[in-house]
């Protein structure tokens, strides 16, 4: 930091020293369609106190945006290509950024919360929130506190924590693709027995009788 004898305010004083309420909350909007964004980016933007100063289109550009454009609160939603928005959250994370999470997805699927909170969430809402309601969640979270969609915290209680082991997730994951046991299997190194017993365990988990219903049921339960 720069001295200075002169006992008035150095003009080196970072600029959050001399923040008030009047200064608008910097915003990222991370979500992989462009309509999505720009609605959620018109919306918010009619908030005085908030301003969209970054967008993303993949998980992938989030923490390099969050850094760049010192961003106080970060709207993700879980389901891009590529690098979702929990892997762009845990990059956050990584790296050590000062910045809340707020998850916005269409998809209220249970799992997907408690993944969310476990990886330093300290929100989660769905796409369809009232605007008000979605302002007044960013708004929270950055003053810490958590927001959750209450029907969904409903639902994730009800349906508890998922019961599959990371690599049950994994073969479901390839299984979702319509891939077969020794696809699967060449994608994961594993061999076909391998591949066979964890989808057999990962049916019987979700009461299911073929690979393809387990599979979904494991992703509408948000659990993959």
Request: glycine residues 8%; hydrophobic residues 45%.
């Amino acid at each position: 930091m720069r001295e200075s004898a002169d006992p008035a305010p150095s003009p080196a004083t970072p600029p959050s020293a001399d923040r008030g309420p009047e200064v608008p909350l910097r915003l990222l909007l991370a979500d992989d369609q462009a309509l999505v964004r720009g609605a959620l980016a018109a919306l918010l933007d009619t908030e005085p106190d908030l301003t969209v100063v970054a967008q993303a289109a993949s998980g992938d550009e989030v923490a390099d945006a969050v850094e760049a454009h010192d961003v106080d609160v970060a709207l993700l939603d879980i389901e891009m290509p590529g690098v979702d928005g929990l892997e762009a959250l845990r990059r956050i994370r990584d790296r050590g950024l000062d910045c809340a999470v707020l998850m916005v997805t269409t998809f209220g699927r249970p799992g997907y919360l408690e993944r969310a909170l476990a990886a330093g969430a300290r929100g989660f809402v769905v796409k369809d929130t009232p605007a008000e309601q979605l302002a007044d969640a960013v708004r929270a979270v950055a003053r810490g506190e958590r927001v959750v969609d209450p029907s969904l915290a409903v639902d994730t209680l009800a349906a508890g924590p998922s019961p599959l082991t990371p690599r049950e997730v994994d073969v479901l994951r390839e299984a979702l693709t319509g891939a077969s046991v020794r696809a699967i299997a060449g994608r994961l190194h594993l061999s076909a027995g391998t591949v066979r017993n964890h989808l057999s365990a990962a049916i019987g988990k979700t009461a299911t009788s073929t690979r393809g219903e387990a599979a979904t049921v494991a992703r509408d339960r948000g659990w993959l």
